[in-house]
């Protein structure tokens, strides 16, 4: 079995999940789905004992504290702390500057639900088994819906012995093109996890973007460590241009390679992502904390403290969280990030 290098990468405000993630403890910390927080959860899957090595947590100081508590039963975890916000290509750099060169790196985002864990492990390791081979190794997540907030990925050619090559990354499509994509089959939405070998990933990067590979290289070399810490210098890093693996690599790369991925995957991106993903009543109701429903369909109550009585309402959500309280409709979940508290949270 290879053995996998879990690489979390801890960032992001989540204000879309507002008022419940707020800018000091966002939804990777939070239980949102079951008793775990999501950023747990993800710890959780990539356990020894299905392969996986000792994590490597990126994250920014001002979650620090939360990844460290959260890392109780993981001692062997290192921590890469940065110095400033510059997405998640140089977020990745870093990882693979600080690792073996033949490790292979699992990227995961620390705030996506996964329901089906054995899965999970499934494709990772198929996707190790590819990056082996001098592969960059997205997830196809199996696209169940015509979602217009997510890229997609279109299948190409198979490859031995265990994926396909990409034949191209999609940007977020409207409705119209998101249903003809799942009405024709071979796209899958791009989930954001990523397997590679450290060398060939950094290859990659000196080749299409060789001022962030070296500005990254300079953080590393200045920086300095600290325990199970380790800092990168912050002038070199700030260097750095915002850019994602994606833009940065993944679509300039002729190494794309895809697993395909049927685990039950969501990013949890809004209140009503979260509905989904919760255990519902046969009306599809979901509650957490204090609520009780009557003549309710599709509707979401979370409330820290408060009770929630809802009557005859139907496609709602409703969210407490001490002082704040929060009602949308089902559709308007996607808009919860442009109001006031959520911006200046």
């Known amino acids: 079995m290879t053995q996998i290098t879990p690489v979390i990468l801890c960032g992001g405000s989540g204000t879309r999940l507002w008022p419940r993630s707020r800018a000091t403890k966002p939804k990777p910390f939070l239980p949102l789905v079951g008793d775990e927080t999501l950023f747990e959860a993800t710890v959780g899957r990539c356990a020894r004992e299905a392969g996986f090595s000792a ?3 990126v994250t920014g100081a001002a979650h620090l504290e939360h990844v460290e508590a959260q890392l109780a039963t993981r001692s062997d975890a290192r921590i890469i702390v940065e110095p400033s916000a510059r997405n998640t290509a140089a977020a990745i750099a870093l990882a693979a500057l600080r690792l ?4 292979i790196m699992l990227v995961c985002p620390s705030d996506h639900h996964i329901a089906d864990c054995d899965s999970f492990q499934q494709s990772a390791h198929a996707a190790a088994r590819l990056a082996q081979t001098g592969w960059l190794v997205s997830f196809g997540i199996a696209a169940t819906a015509p979602e217009t907030g997510f890229g997609y990925i ?11 090559k990409i034949d191209r990354f999609v940007e977020k499509p409207d409705a119209a093109r998101a249903q003809a994509f799942l009405d024709e089959g071979g796209y899958h939405w791009n989930g954001g996890i990523f397997a590679f070998a450290a060398a060939t990933f950094l290859a990659e990067l000196e080749a299409h973007r060789p001022q962030m590979a070296a500005a990254a290289r300079a953080a590393v070399a200045a920086g300095r460590e600290d325990g199970h810490r380790f800092h990168p210098d912050a002038d070199d890093f ?3 241009d915002s850019e994602s693996v994606d833009y940065a690599v993944m679509e300039n790369t002729d190494r794309a390679a895809m697993v395909l991925a049927d685990m039950g995957w969501s990013d949890i991106g809004n209140w009503q992502a979260l509905h989904a993903a919760m255990p519902r009543d046969e009306a599809g109701n979901a509650t957490r904390g204090r ?6 369909a599709n509707v979401l109550v979370s409330s820290d403290g408060p009770r929630v009585s809802v009557i005859g309402a139907s496609d709602l959500i409703i969210v407490v969280d001490g002082d704040e ?3 949308t409709t089902a559709d308007g979940a ?3 990030g442009k109001l006031g508290g959520a911006v200046n949270q």
């Not at 279109?154 to 396909?164: H, I, K, Y």
């Not at 609520?291 to 309710?296: F, H, I, S």
């Open 334 to 336: 996607q808009r919860v």
């Open 325 to 327: 309280v929060l009602v």
């Open 154 to 164: 279109r299948q190409g050619s198979a490859l031995e012995p265990d994926g396909f």
């Open 238 to 240: 700030a260097r750095i």
């Open 55 to 57: 994590p490597v947590v």
């Open 100 to 103: 073996p060169p033949e490790a």
């Open 291 to 296: 609520a009780e429903l009557v003549d309710c």
